[in-house]
């Protein structure tokens, strides 16, 4: 999901190059934790990022059953109300300040009993539920192989105090080749312009943006995203 939607816009770390003290920062939308290598050292690390306003992604399928328990007494120490709900697999969320807390178990997405194609469809859907929760706008992006694009946020200008926050998505065609991008935004972003342009040409409908780059083409778009 994060290779079609944010493809140059996550990465991974192993848990012995993580530098903890140093990720404890806002610039980050989420940090996702997998139960298999999660112990109590790390989890601790993970709960205390959450309770600094950090969204934190926590995968259950792994986790040793000291893990659990050390979870659950965790929601019980800090008073804490459990939002559950159900949508392929059980879903548990808490919020804390700025912070989110979303915690899943990705073993009955693995299970689905249905043709590989569906099951996608559905993981889609799942995770895209997941971030419509933590409050994170993006655009759908249909790009051709090779395409990369990234998002950056920047500060509202003096004539922009009607978004929350403005968004930029920067796409560059590195190869010798000719590539199209389909961009669809959502409602709560609203195009503003189209910046830095250089080879390449944009059609624009309602919500939907093409663009024709030619060899080496790259351009920047801002969005602005209107408070929900």
Same mark, same amino acid.
């Given at each position: 999901?994060?290779?079609?939607?944010?493809?140059?816009?996550? #990465?991974?770390?192993?848990?012995?190059?993580?530098?903890?003290?140093?990720?404890?920062?806002?610039?980050?939308?989420?940090?996702?934790?997998?139960?298999?290598?999660?112990?109590?050292?790390?989890?601790?690390?993970?709960?205390?990022?959450?309770?600094?306003?950090?969204?934190?992604?926590?995968?259950?399928?792994?986790?040793?059953?000291?893990?659990?328990?050390?979870?659950?007494?965790?929601?019980?120490?800090?008073? !804490?109300?459990?939002?559950?709900?159900?949508?392929?697999?059980?879903?548990?969320?808490?919020?804390?300040?700025?912070?989110?807390?979303?915690?899943?178990?990705?073993?009955?997405?693995?299970?689905?009993?249905?043709?590989?194609?569906?099951?996608?469809?559905?993981?889609?859907?799942?995770?895209?539920?997941?971030?419509?929760?933590?409050?994170?706008?993006? #655009?759908?992006?249909?790009?051709?192989?090779?395409? $990369?694009?990234?998002?950056?946020? $920047?500060?509202?200008?003096?004539?922009?105090?009607?978004?929350?926050?403005?968004? $930029?998505?920067?796409?560059?065609?590195?190869?010798?080749?000719?590539?199209?991008?389909?961009?669809?935004?959502?409602?709560?972003?609203?195009?503003?312009?189209?910046?830095?342009?250089?080879?390449?040409?944009?059609?624009?409908?309602?919500?939907?943006?093409?663009?024709?780059?030619?060899?080496?083409?790259?351009?920047? !778009?801002?969005?602005?995203?209107?408070?929900?």
């Amino acid at each position: 999901f994060c290779e079609s939607f944010f493809s140059w816009d996550f #990465c991974y770390s192993t848990y012995s190059n993580f530098e903890w003290e140093d990720e404890l920062d806002k610039s980050h939308e989420f940090f996702y934790f997998s139960g298999f290598d999660l112990n109590m050292k790390y989890l601790s690390s993970a709960l205390r990022m959450f309770m600094n306003g950090i969204n934190v992604i926590i995968d259950k399928r792994g986790m040793t059953e000291d893990i659990q328990r050390r979870l659950e007494s965790f929601y019980l120490e800090n008073d !804490l109300e459990i939002e559950k709900i159900r949508y392929l697999t059980q879903i548990e969320t808490i919020s804390m300040g700025e912070g989110r807390l979303f915690i899943y178990d990705s073993q009955e997405l693995i299970d689905l009993d249905m043709k590989e194609e569906s099951k996608s469809e559905k993981k889609n859907q799942f995770w895209a539920k997941v971030f419509n929760s933590l409050d994170m706008t993006y #655009c759908q992006i249909d790009a051709e192989s090779g395409v $990369r694009y990234a998002w950056h946020e $920047r500060n509202v200008g003096p004539s922009e105090l009607k978004f929350d926050k403005v968004k $930029r998505l920067s796409v560059f065609n590195p190869s010798s080749y000719k590539r199209k991008v389909k961009i669809k935004y959502p409602t709560p972003l609203v195009f503003q312009k189209i910046i830095d342009e250089q080879n390449v040409e944009m059609s624009n409908t309602t919500h939907e943006i093409e663009l024709s780059f030619m060899p080496k083409g790259s351009v920047s !778009l801002d969005f602005g995203v209107i408070a929900q």
